[in-house]
Nanobody, 121 residues
């Protein structure tokens, strides 16, 4: 079993910055991808950014150029640096990870519990 714990959310003014962290723990042989998604009130969950093995990244158009995803493989941790935050970035941010716990086993998708980010003046 794998657990994902997010941290770093909070309240920030428009134009400000926040850094989210997502630490994976448990039985981990390999983490193929880590990603950040968000869900605003009354809206569907949407992809924000993904980073795969080899550090290839992908961003939604709405955050491209403002957010940066990175990962520390040794710590099983992903980060989301969020700059130039806007009101519309307000949401609960969820981390996920595609993990293989043992060699030759299937990959499994895990989700964190979510971290609230509120952009307000």
């Amino acid at each position: 079993q794998v657990q994902l714990v997010e941290s770093g959310g909070g309240l920030v003014e428009p134009g400000g910055s926040l850094r989210l962290s997502c630490a994976a723990s448990g039985t981990i042989f390999e983490i193929a991808t880590m990603g950040w998604w968000r869900q605003a009130p009354g809206k569907q969950r949407e992809k924000v950014a993904v980073i795969v093995t080899g550090n290839t990244t992908d961003y939604s158009d709405s955050v491209n150029g403002r957010f940066t995803i990175s990962r520390d493989n040794a710590k099983h941790t992903a980060y989301l640096q969020m700059n130039s935050l806007k009101y519309e970035d307000t949401a609960v941010y969820y981390c996920n990870a595609v993990v293989r716990s043992y060699p030759g086993r299937d990959y499994v998708l895990y989700w964190g519990q979510g971290s609230q980010v509120t952009v307000s003046s």
